[in-house]
């Protein structure tokens, strides 16, 4: 038997192909963040989602999450605060008195809730939109894919 050796194909076409269509399909949600929400941008609308997310996640759980420095997440955690829409959780006894710590949780606010529903509400209408013609198995490919990708796998 006669084993048929191939050449291996150089990934860095495709590698440069997937730059570009994320880079397309990130600035394109930025731009629709903005219009949806013209106070918000993709970034703050991600923190939300995170938070909402995750309850009791800190500053420090949202930067492991993204990979960012902690300090990046508290910058932008700050508008979200300034906006009304974040707050720090209370405390484990209930209390929410005294100053908040770098290590305590954040939570939506009544208004963040609100803000971030809608958000999502129009994020999940025009992706389901933009893949109305995509079958289900295309579907779970995609989703796995994007996963594993995340995933760093």
Known sequence: MVMELTEPTDPAPAIARIRDELTTATRRGSARARRTHPSLSLVDQSL???????????????????????????????????????Q??????????????????IELTASGRILQAESSAELLAALTDRLAHWGADDLETFAALLSRYNSGA
Not at 76 to 85: E, N, P, V, Y
Not at 88 to 105: K, V
């Open 48 to 86: 939300l989602n995170f938070i909402e997310a995750n309850p009791g996640a800190r500053g420090v759980d949202i930067a492991n999450h993204f990979q960012l420095h902690k300090s990046t997440v508290s910058r932008q955690l700050k508008i979200l605060f300034d906006l009304g829409l974040v």
């Open 88 to 105: 720090f959780a209370p405390d484990a006894a209930g209390s929410g008195a005294g100053p908040a710590t770098r290590g305590q949780a």
